[in-house]
């Protein structure tokens, strides 16, 4: 059974302040997608990483893929309180298997 | 359009009520999924659909009944469910395992 292990499991921060988010497994995944969630709302997807390795940015955001494609990291420059929600991270494989979760990150940001 | 579209957004129904949950998603996606999720914990995969055949039923409790009309539709139909039933119930659609794309939800209560 292929597991994802995210870190830390809550994160209280001020506004401003810079902080990361980690997506760990012993396994090897196709792909990576994290998540952010909205208090009764579906996650919204905000990335998907392929490649070990691979670096993407979205705004403020920064996603990485371990170059064993095993590991994942997001990192938030200046947080907002708009950043405030849950941060899921899951791993996709070939075929139709399902996504693998994490058990998601519950930031807040305060002003 | 990267849209998945739940209705209702928000369901009260008694235990001995019959309702059914509905999801649409026009991506052309040949996968569409349930989910649950319980507050403050990540979702928790119900069924798998693939190219309109039930690939994956974890293992859910038979008064939980889906059914995929066609390649654009999903339902859920619900029957005799308990209170421990009530969550946010989750539709996501998705290319091979790769990614999912996820409605707003349905926040149920069962009474």
């Known amino acids: 059974t292929q597991l994802l292990e995210q870190s830390p499991q809550f994160l209280s921060i001020q506004e401003g302040e810079n902080l990361t988010v980690y997506c760990n497994s012993s396994?090897?995944?196709?792909?990576l997608q994290w998540y952010r969630q909205e208090p009764g709302e579906g996650p919204v997807l905000l990335v998907t990483?392929?490649?070990?390795?691979e670096v993407k940015k979205l705004k403020r955001l920064t996603f990485q893929f371990g170059d064993a494609r095993k590991d994942s990291s997001l990192h938030i420059t200046a947080a907002q309180p708009g950043d405030t929600g849950l941060y899921l991270c899951?791993?996709?494989?070939?075929?139709?298997?399902?996504?693998?979760f994490g058990k998601g990150t519950r930031l807040s940001v305060i002003a | 359009d990267t849209e998945v579209t739940q209705t209702p957004k928000h369901l009260v129904m008694g235990m001995t009520n019959k309702k059914s949950l509905k999801c649409e998603q026009h991506?052309?996606?040949?996968?569409m999924y349930w989910y649950k999720q319980k507050a403050k914990k990540p979702p928790e995969l119900m069924f798998v659909?693939?190219?309109?055949?039930?690939?994956i039923n974890e293992s859910v409790p038979s008064r939980f009944s889906p059914e995929c009309p066609n390649s654009s539709l999903l339902n859920l139909h619900l029957h005799a469910l308990q209170p421990e039933d009530s969550a946010l119930y989750l539709c996501?659609?998705?290319?091979?395992?790769?990614?999912?794309?996820f409605g707003q939800g349905t926040r149920l209560t069962v009474v």
């Open positions: 899951a791993g996709g494989n070939s075929g139709n298997t399902p996504l693998v």
């Open positions: 659909y693939s190219y309109e055949k039930l690939s």
């Open positions: 990483v392929v490649t070990g390795g």
């Open positions: 996501a659609s998705g290319t091979r395992g790769t990614e999912a794309f």
């Open positions: 396994s090897v995944f196709s792909s």
């Open positions: 991506m052309g996606h040949r996968a």
